[in-house]
């Protein structure tokens, strides 16, 4: 039978590539009525965020010499991580992601997808699709996208074909992808993979990918994001899968994204790492939906990992955390690095 032998939470946001001193550009975003926050489980106003955390001082975090000190040990704890992934010499992954309009448009957002491609292939925007992000987007893409030319890297489908029978036998519609779902490069801001997935290539497997899965979920459009406890649900199926799975398999579960964001909420985010650690997913389930919503619902691919490795003897271990704050009230992206082996 396969063995998982690791799992690995890892936040994926773009802030990480973005140099510091740029951050003000999303800062800007930030402020404006038109974009919604959610803190402590609601729904506000950037105005009604400011005057909620202002005994807290934030703005003392945002001096650049405190952001670029959180980048160097991040990228040292990203370091460590790619260092473990490949000591562990999985054989598969499994990733578990979220889409942001990259590869699923308006016209279809499926709530769960295994991915059964032969290969996958991450590549560069055009200049095109780089015109219509939003300001700063594409400051981040060395972090996720290849720097000229178009990298393939080997899928999974004989794993992903018998993983989505296993959901579907436990009563989990899922949607399938036989090949790479490319956007309309003329609607799309990128036709490659999602950062979510492409972060994780080009940061944790250093592009030395090993064939893999991606599992699909919509954490951030309504009205079809499954709930905290149905990825749970389809974390356990998977990994009751994949370790009856007829397989000698040296095999690695990735969370990719999270933990708190748009307004990082770092005794939230520490509360999650701590429940993550010692698998009290009943804990982590506690917490309403409203928590887990825009940045902070890709928490929920942590939450689909947990599942998979809850009944294993993997231990976890907390490697660093850091805020990375960009506004006064607190917004920006957190950056929370973790292993279980």
């Known amino acids: 039978m396969a063995n998982i032998v ?55 975090q945002t001096a650049m010499e405190i952001r670029e000190e959180r980048l160097q040990n991040s990228y040292k704890a990203i370091d460590k991580l790619s260092g473990i992934f490949a000591d562990a010499k999985p054989d598969v ?19 769960f997808t295994i991915m059964g491609c032969e290969q996958f292939k991450n590549m560069p925007r055009t200049e095109d699709q780089i015109g219509r992000l939003p300001p700063g987007i594409a400051l981040a893409d060395p972090g996720h996208l290849p720097d000229a030319e178009t990298k393939v890297f080997p899928g999974h489908p004989e794993l992903a074909k018998y993983l989505c029978e296993a959901a579907m036998d436990a009563s989990f519609d899922i949607s399938y992808s036989h090949e790479q779902h490319v956007a309309d490069r003329t609607r799309s801001q990128l036709s490659g993979m999602p950062h979510a997935y492409g972060f994780i290539y080009k940061q944790l497997f250093r592009d030395h990918v090993v064939p893999h899965v991606p599992i699909d979920n919509n954490t951030f459009f309504p009205p079809n994001q499954p ?42 985010d520490r509360d999650i790492m701590a429940a993550m650690e010692r698998k009290d997913f009943e804990h982590l389930l506690s917490y309403s939906e409203g928590y887990y919503q825009a940045g902070s619902s890709e928490i929920k691919s942590w939450i689909a990992m947990g599942g998979a490795i809850k009944d294993t003897e993997l231990q976890g271990h907390i490697v660093d955390y850091y805020a990375l704050y960009r506004t006064p009230a607190g917004t920006g992206s957190s950056a929370a690095f973790m292993y279980w082996q």
């Open 93 to 111: 992954a499994i990733v578990f992601g979220n889409d942001q309009g990259e590869m699923f448009l308006k016209d279809i957002k499926p709530a």
């Open 227 to 268: 709930r905290a406890p149905r990825c749970f649900e389809l974390g356990k199926v998977i990994g009751e899968a994949v370790r009856a799975w007829d397989s000698s398999a040296r095999v690695a579960i990735i969370a990719s994204g999270g933990l708190s964001h748009f307004v990082v909420d770092e005794e939230f």
């Open 6 to 60: 690791l799992g690995i939470g890892c936040a994926h946001t773009p802030q990480l590539h973005t140099p510091a001193d740029k951050w003000e550009i999303r800062a800007v975003r930030d402020t404006q009525d038109g974009v919604p926050m959610w803190y402590h489980g609601e729904r506000m106003t950037y105005a009604e965020v400011l005057e909620k955390r202002k005994h807290l001082n934030l703005d003392a």
